[in-house]
């Protein structure tokens, strides 16, 4: 697909491995809802890929609120991955996604390795869905609430676990950055059978009110997300796409803090083939569609063809 | 090609509009502002059928600044009043609401905003001057549902930012033709209304008898009580305790329909009055919002077991777009 920006035409379709999308720039999850809540604000049909906010096995409440805080050029949310859970996900919200014309990824949580092998299995094979973003950011109840994507050995367990049952899915892992090294998990991941990577996620924070001496989220702790994240998120892009995906030909899908068409020139730059945005989407819906416009015009006022020839294009590193 | 929505309703209701600003003009309280905004097109014709309770989420920066993006997040501001005219005279009444003629594509309307200066977002809108542009999404949120009867005697209960939702009400229950309206209006201390008064009118000696005193409810002839908690004004005593010595010797306004905005603490005490009068009562709610129009979760705030069902979760509804407006006997008002 080619996107008019001026008189010339550039070429900003990508290719994820075997999905393909008219264009870089996604929906982060959780900002977008299921489906077309954001469709008075913004045309659904212009963005390069829908991802849904995290489906769990049962439905989820969410945390107490205060749910979200904002911060110095950022936010803080525990929203306690609030959803109506896998049954009424397939019987209410995958209708309306059958009307999706770009391509539709389903983010996955559990609180356990069978929770989010049952929930894969069950949106595997469904024509609507694209392909699948296993958020592996979520706590172990099984031993003791620890992250299964702060370990690579329980990460590489978990996305193991679900290629093997989903064997044709298209599966994409969406990395925690609270780690020591995130290339190691990017690794575990990929070695699993991640087909693309996505990152990063939210890195834990608090917020405390003095006066009341207590956490201001209702979930104690958050996760920090917006343009105050940008430059950690870009950076670990970067290491990851160096060390890790250009190699094993994985792609990546970067996200953290993108506002505008330079912020998302910045992650394809350091090796993202994709990008996606969040927290800016709860502020500015139609910056989805600006984002793209922008990377077109950088592509013509560097006489580039495509958005393919600038991924991982870093000099000086 | 526009995405298909699922929703066979393809009107178009709310978007994301610009907006000029008309007029900044600082009210009897203290840092309190009364802002008009002019809307033309597509958003006269949204805001045209827009309802009292609904709410405008503003941008409080340049979107275009991205390197130092603040505050970041849009900030919620309740329609105080939708007009025709810039002198914001003449009310839309919405007498022809599900008329989308009754607005042109080519008319403007003019939008109503009062808000207190806080932070930094009410800082921003302070410092803004007439002629300048204000991006917004709106108009968001659900919206009281009027009483079915005309002939239903109406008590509008405010407190603080939260009495100018209740001014739009007013000026739409008097364009639809109720006659039988009754204000209380309450804040801390006198300094703290945001409103003007007609001073030069107002018997002090009779705090407990309505009079046309605050003009954003005199405008669509709503008499008002008023009461500060501080006695520097009207009744000495909270908005309940007003209304509950109103009721004295206005017996006939025993059986009401209660309408109520203000803070958590307030409109609980509003929801156990009304209850303890058997009055049915809608109350219009404020919760932390980030997006206003129902992406990330944020607003949730919690209802009785069974009253939610038929959303998508069993405890908790969004203010922004199953509220702000709720029906008091819902809300758990012990969580
Ligand atoms: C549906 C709705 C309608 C509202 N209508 C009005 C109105 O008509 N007039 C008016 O003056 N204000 C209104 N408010 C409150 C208004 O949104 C806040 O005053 C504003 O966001 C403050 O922004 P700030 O940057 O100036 O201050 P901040 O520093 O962001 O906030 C100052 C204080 O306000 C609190 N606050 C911030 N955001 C909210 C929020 N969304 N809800 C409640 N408290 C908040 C903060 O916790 C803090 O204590 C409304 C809020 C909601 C949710
Ligand atoms: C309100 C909110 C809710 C989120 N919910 C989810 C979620 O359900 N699942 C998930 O994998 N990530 C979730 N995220 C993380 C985002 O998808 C994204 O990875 C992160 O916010 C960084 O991007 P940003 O800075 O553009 O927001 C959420 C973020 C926010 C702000
Ligand atoms: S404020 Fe985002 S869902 Fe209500």
């Given at each position: 697909?080619v996107?008019?920006?001026?008189k010339?035409?550039?070429d900003?379709?990508?290719e994820?491995?075997?999905?393909r999308?008219?264009?870089?720039?996604?929906?982060a999850?959780g900002?977008?809802?299921?489906?077309?809540?954001?469709?008075d604000?913004?045309?659904?049909?212009r963005?390069?890929?829908?991802?849904t906010?995290?489906?769990?096995l049962?439905g989820?409440?969410?945390?107490l609120?205060?749910?979200t805080?904002?911060?110095?050029?950022?936010?803080l949310?525990?929203?306690?991955?609030?959803?109506?859970?896998?049954?009424?996900f397939?019987a209410?919200?995958?209708?309306?996604?059958e009307?999706?014309t770009?391509?539709v990824?389903?983010?996955?949580?559990?609180?356990?390795?069978?929770?989010?092998?049952?929930?894969s299995?069950?949106?595997?094979?469904i024509?609507?869905?694209?392909?699948l973003e296993i958020n592996?950011s979520?706590?172990?109840?099984?031993?003791?609430?620890?992250t299964?994507?702060v370990?690579?050995?329980?990460?590489?367990?978990l996305?193991?676990a679900?290629?093997k049952?989903?064997?044709?899915?298209?599966l994409?892992?969406?990395?925690?950055?609270?780690?020591?090294d995130?290339?190691?998990?990017?690794?575990a991941?990929?070695?699993?059978?991640?087909?693309?990577?996505?990152?990063v996620?939210?890195?834990?924070?608090?917020?405390?009110?003095?006066e009341?001496?207590q956490?201001?989220l209702?979930?104690?702790?958050?996760?920090?997300?917006?343009?105050a994240?940008?430059?950690?998120?870009?950076?670990?892009?970067?290491?990851?796409y160096?060390?890790v995906a250009?190699?094993?030909?994985?792609p990546?899908?970067?996200?953290?803090?993108?506002?505008?068409a330079?912020?998302?020139?910045?992650?394809?730059?350091?090796g993202?083939?994709a990008v996606?945005?969040?927290?800016?989407?709860?502020?500015?819906p139609?910056?989805?569609v600006?984002?793209m416009?922008?990377?077109?015009?950088?592509?013509?006022a560097?006489?580039?063809k495509t958005v393919?020839?600038?991924?991982?294009?870093?000099?000086?590193? | 090609?526009?995405?298909?929505?699922?929703?066979?309703?393809?009107f178009?209701?709310?978007?994301?509009?610009?907006a000029?600003?008309?007029?900044?003009?600082?009210?009897?309280g203290?840092?309190?502002?009364?802002?008009?905004?002019?809307?033309?097109?597509?958003a006269?014709?949204?805001?045209?059928k827009?309802?009292p309770?609904?709410?405008?989420?503003?941008?409080?920066?340049?979107?275009?600044?991205?390197?130092c993006?603040?505050?970041?997040?849009?900030?919620?501001?309740?329609?105080?009043?939708?007009?025709?005219?810039?002198?914001a005279?003449?009310p839309?009444?919405g007498?022809?609401?599900?008329?989308?003629?009754?607005?042109?594509?080519?008319?403007?309307?003019y939008?109503?905003?009062?808000?207190?200066?806080?932070?930094p977002?009410t800082?921003?809108?302070a410092q803004?001057?007439?002629?300048e542009?204000i991006?917004?999404?709106?108009p968001?949120?659900?919206?009281?549902?009027?009483?079915?009867?005309?002939?239903a005697?109406?008590?509008?209960?405010?407190?603080?930012?939260?009495?100018?939702?209740?001014?739009?009400?007013?000026?739409?229950l008097?364009?639809?033709?109720?006659?039988?309206?009754v204000?209380?209006?309450?804040?801390?201390?006198?300094?703290?209304?945001?409103c003007?008064?007609?001073?030069d009118?107002?018997?002090?000696?009779?705090?407990?008898?309505?009079q046309?005193?605050l003009?954003?409810?005199?405008?669509?002839n709503?008499?008002?009580?008023?009461?500060?908690?501080?006695?520097?004004?009207?009744?000495?005593g909270?908005?309940?305790?007003a209304?509950?010595?109103?009721?004295?010797?206005?017996?006939?306004?025993?059986?009401a329909?209660?309408?109520?905005?203000?803070?958590?603490?307030?409109?609980k005490?509003?929801?156990?009055?009304?209850?303890?009068?058997?009055?049915?009562?809608?109350?219009?709610?404020?919760?932390?919002m980030?997006?206003?129009?129902?992406?990330?979760?944020?607003?949730?705030?919690?209802?009785?077991?069974g009253?939610?069902d038929?959303?998508?979760?069993?405890?908790?509804k969004?203010?922004?777009?199953?509220?702000?407006?709720?029906?008091?006997?819902?809300?758990?008002?012990?969580?």
């Open positions: 697909m996107e008019a920006s001026g010339k035409q550039v900003l379709t990508v994820l491995g075997r999905v999308l008219a264009n870089p720039v996604m929906t999850s900002t977008c809802g299921y489906a077309f809540e954001l469709k604000f913004v045309d659904l049909s963005i390069g890929g829908f991802v906010k995290s489906i769990t049962e989820r409440e969410g945390n609120p205060q749910r805080f904002e911060t110095a050029s950022g936010m949310n525990s929203i306690g991955l609030a959803n109506v859970g896998l049954e009424r397939l209410e919200k995958v209708p309306l996604l009307k999706m770009v391509p990824f389903v983010n996955v949580a559990g609180r356990s390795l069978e929770d989010y092998v049952a929930v299995e069950k949106l595997s094979g024509e609507a869905i694209s392909g592996v979520c706590p172990n109840v099984k031993v003791g609430g620890i299964f994507g370990d690579p050995a329980a990460t590489a367990e996305v193991g679900i290629r049952r989903c064997p044709e899915t298209y994409i892992v969406k990395l925690t950055p609270n780690v020591t995130i290339t190691v998990t990017a690794r991941a990929v070695e699993a059978g991640a087909d693309a990577l996505s990152l996620n939210t890195f834990t924070g608090m917020a405390i009110d003095v009341k001496r956490p201001v209702g979930g104690r702790t958050g996760g920090l997300s917006g343009p994240i940008r430059p950690i998120a870009v950076h670990m892009v970067s290491r990851v160096r060390e250009q190699t094993a030909g994985v990546i899908i970067g996200m953290g803090g993108i506002c505008c330079h912020d998302a020139l910045e992650f394809i730059i350091a993202a083939s996606a945005v969040g927290t800016n989407v709860l502020v500015d139609g910056c989805l600006r984002i416009e922008g990377i077109g015009d950088y592509l013509v560097h006489d580039m393919k020839e600038l991924v991982g294009c870093l000099e000086g590193v | 090609m526009k995405n298909d929505a699922p929703n066979p309703d393809n178009v209701r709310r978007g994301e509009f610009v000029k600003i008309v007029e900044q003009r600082p009210l009897f203290k840092n309190n502002i009364s802002l008009n905004l002019e809307v033309t097109d597509k006269a014709v949204c805001f045209a827009a309802k309770g609904q709410f405008v989420n503003l941008a409080c920066r340049d979107l275009n600044e991205y390197r993006p603040t505050p970041l997040l849009r900030r919620p501001f309740s329609i105080a009043g939708i007009f025709s005219d810039s002198a005279s003449k839309v009444s007498n022809d609401l599900e008329n989308s003629s009754q607005v042109g594509s080519s008319e403007k309307l939008l109503q905003i009062i808000y207190s200066v806080i932070g977002g800082n921003w809108l803004r001057n007439p002629g542009q991006n917004l999404l709106g968001l949120g659900n919206g009281f549902t009027l009483p079915e009867s005309k002939d005697k109406v008590i509008l209960v405010g407190g603080g930012v939260g009495l100018p939702p209740l001014y739009f009400l007013a000026d739409r008097a364009g639809q033709g109720y006659r039988d309206i204000a209380v209006a309450g804040a801390r201390g006198r300094e703290e209304f945001a003007e008064f007609a001073l009118k107002y018997e002090e000696e009779k705090p407990l008898e309505k046309l005193v003009q954003q409810f005199a405008r669509s709503t008499s008002s009580i008023i009461a500060t908690d501080d006695g520097s004004m009207g009744y000495h909270n908005v309940v305790e209304w509950r010595e109103f009721l004295v010797g206005n017996e006939g306004w025993a059986e329909e209660v309408f109520a905005c203000g803070p958590g603490g307030m409109l005490a509003v929801a156990a009055f009304a209850r303890e009068k058997v009055n049915p009562c809608q109350v219009c709610m404020e919760a932390y980030a997006c206003g129009i129902g992406v990330c979760q944020s607003c949730v705030v919690a209802m009785k077991a009253a939610a038929e959303g998508e979760s069993k405890k908790y969004l203010t922004c777009v199953n509220g702000p407006v709720f029906d008091a006997e819902k809300v758990d008002w012990n969580s």
